[in-house]
Protein backbone atom coordinates (compact mmCIF):
# COMPACT_ATOMS: atom_id res chain seq x y z
CA UNK A 1 0.00 0.00 0.00
CA UNK A 2 1.45 3.38 -0.83
CA UNK A 3 1.82 5.79 1.67
CA UNK A 4 1.54 9.82 1.22
CA UNK A 5 3.68 11.97 3.35
CA UNK A 6 3.48 15.71 3.31
CA UNK A 7 5.84 18.92 4.52
CA UNK A 8 5.72 20.34 6.11
CA UNK A 9 3.13 19.64 8.24
CA UNK A 10 2.58 23.92 9.02
CA UNK A 11 4.21 26.64 7.03
CA UNK A 12 3.84 30.12 8.11
CA UNK A 13 3.82 32.44 5.09
CA UNK A 14 3.08 36.54 5.08
CA UNK A 15 -0.19 37.83 2.58
CA UNK A 16 1.42 38.20 -1.10
CA UNK A 17 4.70 35.83 -0.55
CA UNK A 18 4.75 32.65 -2.12
CA UNK A 19 4.34 28.98 -1.06
CA UNK A 20 5.62 26.00 -1.76
CA UNK A 21 4.24 22.22 -0.19
CA UNK A 22 5.67 19.05 -1.05
CA UNK A 23 4.23 15.56 -1.25
CA UNK A 24 5.92 12.54 -1.47
CA UNK A 25 4.52 8.80 -2.30
CA UNK A 26 6.06 6.21 -1.04
CA UNK A 27 6.43 4.61 -4.74
CA UNK A 28 5.92 5.88 -8.13
CA UNK A 29 2.18 7.22 -8.57
CA UNK A 30 3.22 8.28 -12.02
CA UNK A 31 0.63 11.44 -12.33
CA UNK A 32 -1.88 10.59 -10.77
CA UNK A 33 -2.06 13.39 -8.25
CA UNK A 34 -4.82 15.67 -6.86
CA UNK A 35 -4.60 18.61 -4.03
CA UNK A 36 -6.87 20.13 -2.61
CA UNK A 37 -7.74 23.10 -0.43
CA UNK A 38 -9.67 22.99 2.88
CA UNK A 39 -11.12 26.21 5.02
CA UNK A 40 -12.44 25.87 8.43
CA UNK A 41 -15.67 24.66 8.71
CA UNK A 42 -15.62 24.11 4.50
CA UNK A 43 -15.72 20.73 2.45
CA UNK A 44 -12.35 20.16 0.60
CA UNK A 45 -11.95 22.19 -2.72
CA UNK A 46 -10.03 20.34 -5.56
CA UNK A 47 -7.67 22.42 -7.12
CA UNK A 48 -5.14 20.11 -9.36
CA UNK A 49 -5.70 16.85 -10.67
CA UNK A 50 -3.34 14.88 -12.46
CA UNK A 51 -0.20 16.53 -11.19
CA UNK A 52 -0.64 19.72 -12.75
CA UNK A 53 -3.99 20.32 -14.28
CA UNK A 54 -5.98 23.55 -12.62
CA UNK A 55 -9.34 22.19 -11.25
CA UNK A 56 -12.42 24.72 -12.96
CA UNK A 57 -12.11 28.07 -11.35
CA UNK A 58 -9.92 27.66 -9.99
CA UNK A 59 -7.22 30.72 -9.94
CA UNK A 60 -3.75 30.85 -11.60
CA UNK A 61 -1.48 31.40 -8.92
CA UNK A 62 -2.24 27.58 -8.20
CA UNK A 63 0.25 25.42 -9.95
CA UNK A 64 1.10 21.23 -9.72
CA UNK A 65 4.22 19.69 -10.91
CA UNK A 66 5.45 16.41 -10.58
CA UNK A 67 5.60 13.26 -11.50
CA UNK A 68 6.54 9.49 -9.56
CA UNK A 69 7.52 9.81 -5.87
CA UNK A 70 7.93 13.93 -5.38
CA UNK A 71 5.03 16.29 -6.27
CA UNK A 72 4.67 20.32 -5.61
CA UNK A 73 2.16 22.85 -4.81
CA UNK A 74 3.30 26.10 -5.55
CA UNK A 75 1.35 29.21 -4.67
CA UNK A 76 2.70 32.00 -6.02
CA UNK A 77 1.11 35.14 -4.12
CA UNK A 78 -0.99 33.88 -0.82
CA UNK A 79 -4.43 35.75 -0.95
CA UNK A 80 -6.11 36.11 2.37
CA UNK A 81 -8.54 33.42 1.63
CA UNK A 82 -5.66 30.89 0.90
CA UNK A 83 -4.78 30.33 4.38
CA UNK A 84 -6.32 26.76 4.78
CA UNK A 85 -4.91 23.13 4.90
CA UNK A 86 -3.97 21.39 2.01
CA UNK A 87 -4.28 18.13 1.15
CA UNK A 88 -2.63 15.63 -1.53
CA UNK A 89 -4.81 12.46 -2.73
CA UNK A 90 -3.08 9.87 -4.53
CA UNK A 91 -5.39 6.67 -6.59
CA UNK A 92 -3.52 3.01 -5.96
CA UNK A 93 -4.99 -0.40 -6.73
CA UNK A 94 -8.68 0.53 -5.63
CA UNK A 95 -7.35 2.07 -2.85
CA UNK A 96 -7.37 6.45 -2.20
CA UNK A 97 -4.61 7.26 0.57
CA UNK A 98 -4.82 11.47 1.59
CA UNK A 99 -1.81 13.07 2.64
CA UNK A 100 -2.33 14.03 6.10
CA UNK A 101 -2.01 17.70 5.29
CA UNK A 102 -0.15 20.81 5.58
CA UNK A 103 -1.54 23.96 7.23
CA UNK A 104 -0.62 27.38 5.31
CA UNK A 105 -1.14 29.40 8.43
CA UNK A 106 -0.23 33.77 8.32
CA UNK A 107 3.24 34.49 9.33
CA UNK B 1 -24.70 22.21 -11.27
CA UNK B 2 -23.66 19.22 -9.41
CA UNK B 3 -24.81 18.99 -5.83
CA UNK B 4 -24.40 16.45 -3.09
CA UNK B 5 -26.05 16.33 0.53
CA UNK B 6 -25.34 14.17 3.23
CA UNK B 7 -28.36 13.25 5.51
CA UNK B 8 -29.17 11.01 8.84
CA UNK B 9 -28.80 10.89 12.46
CA UNK B 10 -26.21 13.37 14.43
CA UNK B 11 -25.82 11.21 17.14
CA UNK B 12 -25.11 7.34 17.14
CA UNK B 13 -24.74 4.76 20.44
CA UNK B 14 -21.63 2.89 20.45
CA UNK B 15 -21.97 -0.63 18.95
CA UNK B 16 -25.48 0.39 16.69
CA UNK B 17 -24.75 1.24 13.02
CA UNK B 18 -24.49 4.48 11.45
CA UNK B 19 -26.23 5.00 8.44
CA UNK B 20 -25.84 7.86 5.80
CA UNK B 21 -27.49 8.77 2.79
CA UNK B 22 -26.13 11.36 -0.10
CA UNK B 23 -29.05 12.96 -2.44
CA UNK B 24 -27.68 13.84 -5.52
CA UNK B 25 -28.84 16.74 -8.17
CA UNK B 26 -27.86 18.02 -10.84
CA UNK B 27 -26.17 14.78 -12.28
CA UNK B 28 -27.25 11.05 -12.29
CA UNK B 29 -25.59 8.48 -10.29
CA UNK B 30 -26.55 6.15 -13.13
CA UNK B 31 -23.92 7.97 -15.64
CA UNK B 32 -21.38 5.61 -16.21
CA UNK B 33 -18.29 8.40 -16.35
CA UNK B 34 -18.23 8.60 -12.88
CA UNK B 35 -18.22 6.59 -9.68
CA UNK B 36 -19.29 8.24 -5.81
CA UNK B 37 -17.91 7.54 -2.64
CA UNK B 38 -17.43 8.88 1.31
CA UNK B 39 -15.05 10.50 3.24
CA UNK B 40 -14.96 11.44 6.39
CA UNK B 41 -12.94 13.92 9.41
CA UNK B 42 -12.51 13.79 12.39
CA UNK B 43 -12.51 16.68 14.72
CA UNK B 44 -9.45 18.20 14.25
CA UNK B 45 -8.01 15.67 11.63
CA UNK B 46 -7.30 14.54 8.01
CA UNK B 47 -9.23 13.40 5.69
CA UNK B 48 -9.85 9.25 5.31
CA UNK B 49 -11.26 7.80 2.17
CA UNK B 50 -14.14 5.40 3.19
CA UNK B 51 -14.88 3.33 0.12
CA UNK B 52 -16.75 3.80 -3.29
CA UNK B 53 -19.24 2.61 -5.35
CA UNK B 54 -20.15 2.84 -9.19
CA UNK B 55 -24.01 2.98 -11.08
CA UNK B 56 -23.48 -0.81 -11.52
CA UNK B 57 -23.43 -1.57 -7.58
CA UNK B 58 -19.79 -2.65 -7.74
CA UNK B 59 -17.67 -1.21 -4.54
CA UNK B 60 -14.47 -1.14 -3.07
CA UNK B 61 -13.59 0.11 0.66
CA UNK B 62 -10.36 0.78 2.61
CA UNK B 63 -9.13 -2.23 3.96
CA UNK B 64 -9.19 -1.46 7.98
CA UNK B 65 -12.97 -0.52 7.21
CA UNK B 66 -14.55 -3.10 4.95
CA UNK B 67 -15.66 -5.62 7.67
CA UNK B 68 -17.79 -3.02 8.68
CA UNK B 69 -18.85 -0.93 5.81
CA UNK B 70 -21.76 -1.48 3.27
CA UNK B 71 -22.64 0.62 0.01
CA UNK B 72 -25.56 0.85 -1.49
CA UNK B 73 -27.13 3.18 -4.03
CA UNK B 74 -30.95 4.25 -5.46
CA UNK B 75 -31.09 4.59 -8.90
CA UNK B 76 -34.86 5.81 -8.18
CA UNK B 77 -34.19 8.58 -5.71
CA UNK B 78 -30.44 9.14 -7.06
CA UNK B 79 -29.15 8.69 -3.78
CA UNK B 80 -26.17 6.86 -2.28
CA UNK B 81 -25.72 5.42 1.09
CA UNK B 82 -23.32 4.37 3.32
CA UNK B 83 -23.14 1.98 6.86
CA UNK B 84 -20.62 1.65 9.50
CA UNK B 85 -21.41 -0.93 12.11
CA UNK B 86 -20.31 -1.34 15.45
CA UNK B 87 -19.40 1.76 15.80
CA UNK B 88 -17.01 3.76 18.42
CA UNK B 89 -16.10 7.07 19.51
CA UNK B 90 -13.40 6.85 16.97
CA UNK B 91 -15.60 7.00 14.22
CA UNK B 92 -16.83 10.30 15.26
CA UNK B 93 -16.52 12.69 12.36
CA UNK B 94 -17.54 14.43 9.70
CA UNK B 95 -18.81 12.52 6.82
CA UNK B 96 -18.56 13.62 3.46
CA UNK B 97 -20.07 12.37 0.33
CA UNK B 98 -18.39 13.07 -3.09
CA UNK B 99 -18.27 12.60 -6.66
CA UNK B 100 -14.88 10.46 -8.07
CA UNK B 101 -14.09 11.51 -11.58
CA UNK B 102 -12.06 9.13 -13.58
CA UNK B 103 -10.99 11.40 -16.55
CA UNK B 104 -6.86 12.20 -16.04
CA UNK B 105 -6.12 10.28 -13.19
CA UNK B 106 -8.77 9.83 -9.98
CA UNK B 107 -9.91 12.39 -7.91
CA UNK B 108 -12.83 13.56 -6.25
CA UNK B 109 -14.21 16.61 -8.09
CA UNK B 110 -17.23 17.48 -5.99
CA UNK B 111 -18.27 17.29 -2.62
CA UNK B 112 -21.21 17.81 0.02
CA UNK B 113 -20.82 20.23 2.57
CA UNK B 114 -20.54 17.07 5.04
CA UNK B 115 -22.49 15.68 7.96
CA UNK B 116 -21.09 15.77 12.00
CA UNK B 117 -21.90 12.15 13.24
CA UNK B 118 -21.27 11.96 17.07
CA UNK B 119 -20.72 8.16 18.32
CA UNK B 120 -22.04 8.49 22.16
Known amino acids: EIVMTQSPATLSVSPGEGATLSCRAS??????LAWYQQRPGQAPRLLIYGASIRATGVPPRFSGSGSGTEFTLTISSLQPEDFAVYYC?????????FGPGTKVDVK | QLQLQESGPKLVKPSETLSLTCSVSGGSISSNSYYWGWVRQPPGKGLEWIGSLYYTGSTFHKPSLRSRVTLSLDKSKNQFSLTLSSVTAADTAVYHCARLNWGSGWYFDSWGQGSLVTVS
Open chain 1, 89 to 97: LHYDAWLFP
Open chain 1, 27 to 32: QSVGRN
